[in-house]
């Protein structure tokens, strides 16, 4: 950790030093998809919806005329997120890493390519599994013959990109209690001992952050816990490595004295 404590002007002057660098590239990948590549990506996202809908109706309405322009601008924002995300996690640490030690400086490749790692899957796991699940079942769910799905692509496009990106957030649960175990603020007993609270707490997220289904919900809490609990396997293995290497050193330097 830096012995000189930069002042709170400095803070945010490198704050804002980190956004600028993170904010460039995902603009120019934004015109660049916006140019390119919107209706193709646009059709990539509704592919799920589709897939469930029946053939003569396999198709979304806009009731305002600037709604599939708001709606591509929105889209290639979004895939410049993604594309741009192992950087954006490499400007985070940039942020965070003067207030680290030397060692916990050197974890850097693990940080960025674990986190890009997490939060990739988080959004496949969303969009090839609980889409279709989700849409099967709310397309589905209704029988009448007097009922026919007619969805509006505005609607779609935010409860699609929204799960997606809560799936995506709440994929990093392991990356952010591994790394909160480095630091000291956690250990493999705490998370043991809050298991219970850990079980609460995914429904209370997949409540908040998913449609207002008890299918969906569940998809998301499921793998929360998953998560939480290869989380205390990595917090508990990583710990050990910890107590070896210190164990080693502290071996060396009694048999060199």
């Known amino acids: 950790m830096d012995e000189k404590r930069l002042p709170f002007t400095e803070h945010l002057a490198e704050l804002r030093r980190r956004l600028i660098a993170s904010i460039v590239p995902v603009t120019v990948g934004f015109f660049l998809f916006f140019l390119t590549s919107a209706d193709r990506l ?3 996202l509704i592919a799920p919806m589709l897939a469930k809908l029946p053939k003569e109706s396999a198709r979304l309405v806009y009731t305002g005329y600037l709604d599939v322009f708001f709606i591509h601008l929105k889209i290639s924002a979004l895939a410049s997120i993604f594309l741009c995300i192992p950087w954006i996690f490499y400007q985070l ?3 965070i890493a003067p207030g680290l030690y030397e060692h916990e400086r050197r974890l850097v490749l693990p940080f960025v390519v674990g986190s890009t790692f997490f939060f990739v899957s988080g959004g496949a796991f969303g969009y090839f599994v609980v889409l279709p699940v989700a849409f099967n079942f ?3 769910y209704s029988t009448s013959e007097h009922i026919a799905p007619m969805i509006s692509v505005a609607e779609y496009f935010t409860t699609t ?19 909160a175990s480095k630091l000291g603020f956690v250990t493999a007993e705490s998370l043991t001992r809050y298991r ?5 707490l995914s429904f209370v997220i997949g409540a908040m952050l998913t449609p207002p289904d008890v ?3 569940c998809l998301l809490a499921m793998p929360l816990l998953i998560l939480y609990e290869l989380s205390i396997v990595g917090v508990r293995f990583f710990a050990r490595q910890a107590e070896a290497a210190g164990h080693g050193r502290g071996t060396g330097e009694n048999g060199s004295q």
Request: a neutral charge; charged letters at 10%.
């Open 42 to 44: 646009f059709d990539f």
């Open 93 to 95: 640490w940039l942020f």
């Open 138 to 140: 709310l397309i589905h």
């Open 161 to 179: 990109t929204r799960l997606l990106l809560a799936f995506s957030v709440a994929f990093e649960l392991p990356m952010f209690l591994v790394f």
């Open 196 to 200: 219970k609270y850990a079980i609460v």
């Open 215 to 217: 299918i969906t919900q």
